[in-house]
């Protein structure tokens, strides 16, 4: 019976002209007008040397107001009542959005949030430095 069903079973490999079979992205597509942010990496060690805590850097994780941008939705920045001047932020740029905003996923250790797309705050050249007050 369990050949039966073995047979049955779809494959998530895809077949191509290539001997390597495609892998499929541990990232998701953004639905709707959703917006894919990474977050930065927080500081291990202080400017002075001091230590930061586990617990310290998953808590400035958790409350960043920066993310750099990764994929938009198919739907983001659509309606021309809603966004007369156009989209606030595109692909690869960094942004400010709200502390503790939108569905937070890890995948492999590294934190990503998905918000919607008029919680754009800010578009920021340079985001190093940036702190939630």
Known sequence: MNKVL?????????????????TASQLPE???YKILIA??????VTDGGVIV????RDLE?????????????PDCYKGDKKFPSGAYCKEGEF?????FQGTRIRIHGKEFR???????????????GIKRA
Request: hydrophobic fraction near 30%; aromatic fraction near 4%.
């Open 6 to 22: 073995e047979k049955e079973r779809p494959t998530t490999k895809k077949k191509t002209s290539s001997s390597k079979p495609e």
């Open 30 to 32: 953004p639905c709707g």
């Open 39 to 44: 977050l930065p990496e927080q500081e291990e």
């Open 53 to 56: 805590p586990d617990v310290i």
């Open 61 to 73: 994780e958790y409350s960043t107001v920066v993310g750099f941008v990764m994929k938009l939705g």
């Open 95 to 99: 942004i400010l959005f709200r502390a």
């Open 114 to 128: 998905l918000i919607n797309d008029d919680n754009v705050e800010a578009v920021v050249d340079d985001p190093r």
